[in-house]
């Protein structure tokens, strides 16, 4: 079962316009979340990240939000560019019961178009 | 910083040969994971260490994967015997502390 779900496998978006993407989670235990950005060919590389305490953390063009009561979260990326396109991981992780543990979702493919 | 370092980039073999996957983490990283990725289940966490000590090795799919960390700054992933169905990128990740993982190139495995 998967425990974190990127629903969407795709995502079109023209240049200049928000990319939303979002993430559900069903482990009442994760407490911390981040975002990975992965090219083709190339390893994730770590985005921006929220801890459960938080519902919003920004870092320049990208915004994660958490809405724990919902179980989701969600990338905002304003304004998206072409070099935004990529395939984009959420996961999540119980930091706080003792285990060390990122469960990654099934990612989603973002194509910004020119 | 060369980053974590995989080796080889692409392995090809047939079914029923032994195959080695190799990490070297950043230096000073006390955390080592191991995670395959599927077009079916996303990126998927294997196992991982601490400090080179094997933590959790639950999402290690059956018993002819194994994976080793002799030291702080090797890792190995051996498939013993491989099937076609072990084809997929494998990802090895280190962090220091709780902290973000680093995750190398990964390794392309097909086995035919």
């Known amino acids: 079962d998967q425990q974190v779900k990127q629903n969407s496998p795709s995502l079109s978006v023209q240049e200049g316009r928000i990319s939303i993407l979002n993430c559900d989670y069903t482990?009442?235990?994760?407490?911390?979340f981040l975002w990975y950005k992965k090219y083709p060919a190339e390893g994730p590389t770590f985005l921006i990240s929220?801890?459960?305490?938080?519902d919003k953390n920004e870092d320049g063009r990208f915004t994660v939000f958490l809405n724990k009561s919902a179980k989701h979260l969600s990338l905002h990326i304003v304004p998206s560019q072409p070099g935004d396109s990529a395939v984009y991981f959420c996961?999540?992780?119980?930091?706080?019961?003792?285990?060390?543990?990122?469960?990654f979702g099934t990612g989603t493919r973002l194509k910004v178009l020119a | 910083d060369a980053g974590v370092i995989q080796s080889p980039r692409h392995e090809v073999t047939e079914m029923g040969q032994e195959v080695t996957l190799r990490c070297k983490p950043i230096?000073?990283?006390?955390?080592l994971f191991w995670y395959r990725q599927t077009m079916m289940r996303g990126l998927e966490l294997l196992i991982y260490f601490n400090n080179n000590v094997p933590i959790d090795d639950s999402g290690m799919p059956e018993d002819r994967f194994s994976a080793k960390m002799p030291n702080a700054s090797f890792s190995t992933l051996k498939i013993q015997p491989s099937e076609p169905r072990d084809s997929a990128v494998y990802f090895c990740?280190?962090?220091?502390?709780?902290?973000?993982?680093?995750f190398g190139s990964g390794t392309q495995l097909s086995v035919l």
């Open positions: 929220i801890s459960s305490i938080k």
């Open positions: 230096s000073g990283h006390d955390y």
């Open positions: 996961a999540a992780s119980p930091l706080g019961s003792g285990t060390y543990k990122y469960i």
């Open positions: 990740a280190s962090s220091l502390g709780r902290g973000r993982l680093f």
């Open positions: 482990n009442s235990m994760f407490d911390y």
